[in-house]
């Protein structure tokens, strides 16, 4: 099935079945950003229509926040709309993804997903959370190692949600955050980068 068929962490688990929990895993840290970024993120704000695109959300504000916690991370490659196929029962193009970023000889471009972004179109945070489960444990069999702790974010671009797949323990993070505190939401990215990054120590 294609990632995007997956509408509920019910369908996902009937497939794969997993220990789902709701745990917080999450400091709470804030990083500020670049006065130039908040310039830009007040200006989509206060101009932004009553009704926009999925595409206006995707790369208005999902992407600049994934783009500026990517560049303090030179250990990883963010990825954008890029196939990341399993077999025939887990294949697509996730929104967004992060793997290993090797400075070397290599014998494939992605290494080692790390971390998968989904948009939650509509405010369908279940769904997102379905589409981006099914990444996570797509990209835990690409690992071929359950030990290596895969990230997950569904994000409608306004709000941000945060999980994690160890093993066969799904963990959500409880609490939700919004842009309104944009410090917040980028610390926390920051820091899931981080221990992504932490990861690929002697890989």
């Known amino acids: 099935m294609a990632y995007s068929d997956f509408k509920s962490i019910e369908q996902v688990i009937q497939m794969y079945p997993l220990q789902i929990r709701r745990k917080r895993f999450l400091p709470e840290v804030s990083l500020e950003l670049p006065g130039w970024f908040i310039e830009n993120l ?12 999925e595409t206006f959300f995707k790369e208005g504000f999902i992407f600049p926040f994934l783009q ?43 290494n080692r997903p790390l971390l998968a972004v989904v948009e939650a179109k509509k405010q369908d945070f279940e769904g997102g959370w ?55 939401v980028f610390g926390i990215l920051d820091f899931i980068f981080m221990e992504c990054e932490k990861q690929l120590n002697g890989a």
């Open 42 to 53: 007040n200006f989509l704000l206060d101009r932004q229509a009553i009704q926009e695109s």
């Open 130 to 184: 379905a589409q981006c489960l099914a990444e996570l444990i797509a990209c835990q069999k690409l690992n071929q190692d359950e030990k290596v702790v895969v990230y997950g974010v569904a994000s409608t671009g306004m709000v941000w949600e945060f999980g994690k797949l160890e093993m066969n323990v799904f963990t959500k993070h409880p609490l939700s955050y919004s842009i309104a505190d944009p410090a917040r």
């Open 68 to 110: 500026q916690a990517w560049k303090r991370h030179e250990k990883l490659k963010l990825w954008s709309h890029r196939a990341l196929n399993v077999d025939d029962e887990l294949y697509g193009e996730p929104d967004y993804f992060v793997s290993a970023w090797f400075d070397g000889v290599i014998n494939k471009l992605v």
